[in-house]
């Protein structure tokens, strides 16, 4: 798989126009990123290395480095606990869970687990992303189980 003019592609189905500024004046950035079991390797790293490149020879990044590390939405629970203090804004959500959801892509990320009643929680469970619009402009991620 490559990715070329805004768009991932088979090797085998790539052509570079004519009329391509890379053809024609020799400019363009090479990067390799190698994922083992679909999973990129020192991704942060890439990526920085790859704006680096562009930017020194003045080529604009056609996406953001959330754009280019789309996460899957998978992940399993790695651990979580049950909170029973009121605190303001969460009074009436007591007792609820905090989560730290491992991404199938590596990270980890703190949330909650909801569609599941916090005794069924079991580390290592498959989990899924969904959304959260808790108001007009703030969205939380959380975790169903999958």
């Given amino acids: 798989m490559i990715y070329l003019n805004g768009r991932f592609m088979p090797l085998e189905d790539a052509m570079v126009p004519v009329l391509d500024r890379g053809f024609i ?14 999973h990129p390797f020192r991704l942060v790293e890439h990526l920085r290395r790859l704006q680096n490149s562009l930017d020194a020879i003045g080529l604009k990044n056609p996406h953001t480095d959330t754009e280019w590390a ?23 959500d007591v007792p609820y869970n905090y989560a730290v959801v491992e991404l199938e892509e590596g990270p980890r990320i703190v949330s909650n687990i909801v569609g599941i009643a916090n005794e ?12 959260d619009d808790v108001a007009d402009d703030t969205t939380l ?4 189980p999958a």
Avoid: N, W
């Fill in 25 to 38: 004046f020799g400019d363009g950035v090479y990067e390799v990123l190698p994922a083992y079991s679909r």
């Fill in 70 to 92: 789309k996460a899957s939405g998978r992940g399993t629970l790695y651990s979580f606990g049950i909170m029973h203090q009121k605190f303001p804004g969460f009074a009436e």
């Fill in 141 to 144: 991620v959380r975790f169903t």
């Fill in 120 to 131: 069924d929680l079991r580390v290592d469970m498959p989990l899924v992303a969904c959304y």
